[in-house]
């Protein structure tokens, strides 16, 4: 019998309770016990969700980051907030969201002001975890009381519960090692600790723990191989029996290591590395489980399941109870229900799968499996019926964007002149300052323009009153930048529900969910649209709210785009073609957006590539082809423009070693990055030179509510023109400001603009 599991469940809640029950306790107005009871109704909520598969997902649930809640249950809490005196959950907090002293103070708190963790991507998805912190001297304590108390509950729900962490190789490959310091060095200090974790599961009556590496689908030197071989070994001995999960990729060249760990099961994600599967059945020791994750956990379409079957069955008649079937990763990355969405089109909507549809699929497989196609024929005619409907309807085509793309050629992508003759020309219109300072384009998404927003999607507000209310808050941005003395404005983003969702909602080819939430970190959470056709622009998008923006003002105004790479890496996207496909028809898409910008008088576009990094394949083998189709898409866009017009591009968690020829490649006059957690660090890639054009590298992290001072901001821009010629230097935030509030952008403006001044000076 084939067994069917979960590898994890989203944990938001179907109406993002969680967020909002976070974001009330982080405001004062609920309590931490009201907090806590709201996760444990989630969680039971979430395993009666899961009722029907055989064995189900505990620990998966966190507050705010399954790493974070990992460096808690070890007990690796940064120096800097050891020793709180507080509750352990708003200690907790404070290292994923930092805290000023103003604040701790403002709230009564015994202990001051920590700088936050440093965020960034979870492999090469939009989710975002608290990075691990490490020095030479670091230490681990097992902290197991998060995962009994979850255990206990789950028990209590009548679920077969199966704890998840993560494995300690993983673990350390995911961290930071603060001083000079190997991360591997303390694998010996570590695996103790997770030892002691597996005896008290054991000692729980647990039988299966699902133990995640899935630092095994990226390339690893022989040292970190090795790693992996020592934790196994080590953790051997102990009395329950671990499935070692792999995702997001291809083991390669890991695949004999990870068949040959001395684990009871492996999990292989099936829809990355479907010709593993086959390699590892035969790989692995006659009694070890094979766990094949065959529904993919990253997007919304449903699984064709006849074609599923055809390789599953075999696979199932050699293996007989040693197969496990799953999604291939955690559904953290899919929304909770198609059953939700009253909206959708319906033949769209016959086509897709959120995170309870995958696990309804999964049941469909199983007795298929289990039962023989018979049983389930008539989910198996309707599956079929739908993934026959996608693949022919004339919805999904058009013939007019195909013959656009064909003629894609390399002119398209190049500028009249290179930068060195163009940034003169530029600099004569927009008469700048040394240290020009702007922002990157969103101003604080208030509570009112959440609210106009919701009043005129239920038809409360009407579309002149809506278009007045944001007019109003541009306005507002306007004047406040002005009186700020910012040199280059953005008009702020407010009309934008979310940079990408916004682009979807008015592109052919498109479609939206109402509820379909995902959690991107913390409570805060995306509704990527979903491309499911070619895609063009009926009209021009953006030029009415940035044209009214540039008419408030003598200032330059930015244009404010996405450009096509992040739309396509955040939204979900055709698995019917290559992603290269989809990513030049956004590119022709937005370039005509560009150009109509252009038309209307806008001196400086602001196209941002915020995703252009994440979306780097996992292995290096795999980057030149996707580095050469993502820059490309991005010079297609942007590079039709005339000399004069300065091209800006953003970039948010900004690791550019080894891609930074690319990146100059795009060609984008300036660009604006993530540095200021990392301390400039991450401008090592920038260094002797390398990079030709203009650079803000931030100054001010926007995810934490702390507000940077003058000083500081001097400090770190020092730093950054020790590694690039201070005339290329512009002064700006890390990223956006739409998730801050007004009371903490104006001072750290005002900081920032002051500090743009003394270095003038
Ligand atoms: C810059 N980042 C982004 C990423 N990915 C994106 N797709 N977009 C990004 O901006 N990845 C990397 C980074 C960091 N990630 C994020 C992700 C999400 C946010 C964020 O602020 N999210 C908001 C939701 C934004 C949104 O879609 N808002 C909608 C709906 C607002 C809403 O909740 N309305 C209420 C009603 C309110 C009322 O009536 O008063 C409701 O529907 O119930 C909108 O504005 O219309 C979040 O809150 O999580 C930031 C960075
Ligand atoms: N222009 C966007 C970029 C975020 S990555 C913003 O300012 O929010
Ligand atoms: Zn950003």
Redesign the pocket.
């Known amino acids: 019998m084939v067994t069917t599991h979960n590898l994890g469940f989203p944990r938001i809640g179907a109406k993002?309770e969680l967020?909002f029950a976070l974001e009330s306790y982080w405001k004062g107005l609920s309590s931490r016990d009201e907090l806590k009871a709201l996760g444990a109704q989630l969680r039971r909520r979430h395993w009666e969700n899961q009722q029907g598969l055989d064995v189900v997902p505990v620990g998966d649930f966190a507050f705010y980051d399954q790493v974070l809640d990992m460096s808690f249950t070890l007990g690796n809490l940064p120096e800097r907030v050891q020793g709180f005196h507080g509750d352990a959950l708003d200690n907790y907090f404070r290292v994923a969201r930092g805290r000023s002293a103003q604040a701790a103070e403002e709230h009564g708190a015994c202990c001051g002001g920590v700088a936050a963790g440093e965020m960034t991507k979870w492999f090469d998805t939009?989710y975002?975890y608290i990075v691990p912190e490490f020095t030479a001297s670091t230490g681990f304590t097992l902290d197991p009381s998060r995962l009994v108390t979850q255990l206990t509950e789950a028990r209590s729900a009548g679920v077969n519960a199966k704890p998840v962490i993560i494995g300690p190789v993983t673990y350390l490959w995911l961290g930071k090692a603060k001083d000079d310091s190997g991360r591997l060095a303390l694998l010996p200090k570590l695996l103790p600790v997770y030892g002691a974790l597996l005896d008290t599961f054991a000692a729980q009556g647990v039988e299966w723990v699902q133990i995640d590496e899935p630092a095994l689908v990226s390339e690893l030197d022989p040292a970190w191989q090795q790693a992996f071989v020592t934790a196994y070994e080590t953790l051997e001995t102990r009395r329950v029996k671990l499935l070692l999960a792999t995702y997001f990729g291809q083991l390669q060249d890991n695949l004999a290591l990870a068949c040959s760990l001395p684990v009871d099961g492996l999990h292989i994600d099936a829809i990355n590395a479907r010709d593993e599967v086959a390699k590892a059945a035969q790989a692995l020791p006659a009694d070890r489980v094979l766990s094949v994750g065959a529904i993919n956990g990253r997007n919304i379409w449903k699984t064709d399941l006849d074609a599923a079957l055809e390789w599953l069955e075999p696979l199932a008649k050699m293996l007989g109870d040693r197969l496990w079937i799953a999604p291939s990763c955690s559904l953290l990355h899919v929304p909770v229900d198609l059953a939700s969405e009253q909206k959708l089109d319906a033949e769209i909507r016959s086509w897709l799968a959120f995170a309870l549809q995958k696990l309804d699929e999964l049941k469909v497989l199983a007795s298929a499996l289990n039962q023989g196609r018979a049983s389930v024929a008539a989910e198996l005619s309707a599956n079929a019926a739908a993934i026959e409907s996608r693949r022919t309807s004339p919805r999904v085509h058009n013939p007019a964007v195909k013959a656009a793309a064909a003629k894609i050629d390399a002119a398209l992508g190049r500028r009249a002149s290179v930068y060195g003759q163009r940034a003169p020309k530029q600099s004569a219109i927009l008469n700048l300052p040394a240290y020009p300072t702007t922002t990157i384009g969103?101003f604080p998404?208030t509570?009112e323009?959440?609210?106009a927003?919701?009043?005129h999607?239920r038809g409360a507000l009407d579309h002149a009153g809506y278009q007045a209310a944001m007019r109003k808050e541009i306005e507002r941005s306007v004047r406040e930048q002005e009186a700020l003395g910012l040199d280059v404005l953005a008009h702020g983003e407010a009309e934008?529900?979310?940079?990408?969702?916004y682009f979807g909602e008015q592109l052919d080819g498109y479609t939206f969910s109402q509820l379909g939430?995902v959690q991107?970190?913390g409570?805060?959470?995306?509704?990527?649209p979903i491309l499911f056709g070619d895609i063009s622009r009926p009209k021009a998008m953006t030029v009415e709210w940035i044209t009214y923006a540039q008419s408030l003002t003598a200032k330059p105004m930015k244009g404010m785009l996405t450009g096509p790479v992040t739309i396509l890496n955040?939204s979900f996207v055709r698995d019917d073609q290559p992603r290269s496909v989809s990513c030049h028809q956004l590119a022709l898409a937005i370039r005509d957006e560009v150009l109509d910008l252009e038309k209307a008088g806008v001196r400086v576009i602001q196209i941002d590539e915020?995703?252009l990094r994440e979306g780097l394949p996992l292995r290096r083998a795999q980057w030149n082809d996707y580095l050469q189709w993502a820059v490309e898409s991005f010079r297609i866009t942007a590079n039709g423009v005339r000399d004069e017009t300065q091209i800006h591009t953003h970039m948010?968690?900004s690791e550019f070693n080894g891609i930074i020829a690319s990146i100059a490649d795009m060609d984008a006059d300036v660009i604006t990055i993530e540095t200021s957690r990392s301390d400039m660090e991450l401008l090592d890639a920038f260094d002797n030179f390398k990079y030709p054009n203009e650079i803000g590298p931030g100054v001010y992290d926007i995810?934490s509510p702390n507000i940077p001072s003058q000083e500081h901001i001097v400090q770190l821009m020092k730093k950054a023109a020790e590694r690039i010629p201070a005339e290329r230097l512009w002064v700006n935030p890390d990223?956006?400001l739409?998730?801050r509030q007004w009371e903490e952008v104006i001072p750290a403006l005002t900081n920032m603009v002051a500090a743009a001044k003394t270095l003038r000076g």
């Open positions: 993002r967020k939009n975002h969103s998404q509570a323009i959440r609210h927003r919701s009043e999607k934008r529900n979310d940079m990408v969702e939430w991107s970190y409570s805060r959470c995306v509704k990527p955040w915020a995703a948010c968690y995810h990223c956006g739409k998730t």
